[in-house]
């Protein structure tokens, strides 16, 4: 049977995606596809199996929650390979709210898979207390090896070793590796991404601020600390979101004049 397309996670909440499904009591795979895959098997409208690429059960189903880019799709019908979810899925949502509380916290430091860090200068050298748990984080964390990188190396999955970086970035033990570069660069004003999302919903409604979101995720730059240079390109990223072409070319030059402005 064909693959039915439910929508986009850069535009749409997977939640919402698959909430139709869950109270249609549908029984089927959800598949999640784009620079990270995973998929969520559903019987009669109960999540019973879920896989990534490092974990399966009920820890890949919470992680696949928290992605926001893919392309979602879904095939009825078809069989869990195996069952790895055995809690009932009202608990296993409620689980996953409060994970979603802790993801946003965590990607404040870490806001994408692709990050790298590195050890910082200790502004105030003393004796430090290292948990055993941090230890391999720390050897690992070069300032070029990713988040993603680290979890493989580690067998372990993206949400635990993002939350033991974003405790050591806390701590004043870890950086950004490009911290230092970026403190160097001229920076865009702040001001100017808050023009760039009034002027997003005119053409796009609503999800601009959620498009807006992933493409800092993407570019992996906080609007707080923007590099002047790459302001183009992500301008030119972010007008490829819009469909409409007309609006596309209104958006991109009210944003080319504003940032003629920025000095």
Do not use: C
């Not at 696949?64 to 069952?83: C, D, E, H, Q, Y």
Request: hydrophobic share 40%.
């Amino acid at each position: 049977m064909p693959d039915a397309f439910l929508g986009d996670l850069s535009q749409s909440k997977l939640f919402d995606i698959v909430k139709p499904l869950l109270v249609g009591a549908k029984t089927g795979i959800v598949t999640i596809s784009g620079k990270e895959n995973g998929e969520i098997f559903l019987d009669s409208g109960n999540i019973v199996h879920a896989k990534t690429g490092l974990s399966s059960g009920e820890e890949a189903f919470l992680i696949i929650m928290g992605w926001r880019m893919g392309r979602a799709t879904f095939v009825s019908n078809l069989s869990p390979p195996k069952r790895t979810i055995t809690v009932p899925t009202e608990n296993l949502l409620l689980n996953w709210s409060y994970r979603k509380q802790e993801w946003e916290r965590i990607r404040e430091v870490v806001p994408s898979p692709n990050a790298s860090f590195r050890l910082a200068l200790q502004k105030n050298p003393g004796d430090r207390t290292i948990k055993g748990e941090h230890w391999n984080i720390l050897a690992l964390s070069n300032g070029t090896r990713t988040v993603t990188e680290i979890a493989k190396i580690l067998n372990g999955d993206e949400f635990k070793t993002s939350k033991l970086i974003y405790q050591l970035v806390q701590n004043g033990i870890l950086e950004r590796a490009e911290e230092n570069g970026v403190a160097n660069k001229k920076l865009v004003k702040e001001k100017f991404f808050e023009v760039m999302e009034t002027e997003l919903k005119k053409v796009m409604g609503p999800v601009a601020s959620v498009i807006l979101d992933d493409k800092f995720t993407e570019f992996e730059k906080p609007k707080q600390a923007f590099p002047h240079d790459q302001v183009l390109p992500f301008l030119d990223a972010l007008s490829d979101e819009i469909p409409n072409i007309q609006g596309r070319k209104e958006f991109k030059k009210a944003m080319i004049e504003h940032l003629s402005l920025e000095k």
